[in-house]
């Protein structure tokens, strides 16, 4: 993994967990492409989903090509926090159409 990896998400991690959501999502948009990981879309989208960005994990979760459980759990997450129980339970229910169930989802 690249150093500049590793602080582009120490950063993006720290400012979702000192309730700066947008920050951590601008912080995201400037990192280059090339530097993005699973780490930094899972923290990105945590950081929206604790700080009630639900348009911003939206528009970054569909633009993640290669969706995995963590991100997917991720993403459900930010839903179930802002009431969204109809779309998490989609996001679960086409996740199990080729995958085994994961309890994580539903906690």
Known sequence: VDRDTITYNAMINAFG???MG???AELYREMPNNLRDHVSRICVLNACSHAG????????FNEISLKTESIITTMVDCLSRLFM???AQKLIE????TNTPSIVMYS
């Open 17 to 19: 967990l000192n309730g």
């Open 85 to 87: 129980f109809d779309e």
């Open 94 to 97: 086409d996740y199990e159409k």
């Open 53 to 60: 960005l639900l348009h911003e994990a939206r528009t970054i």
């Open 22 to 24: 947008s920050q951590a």
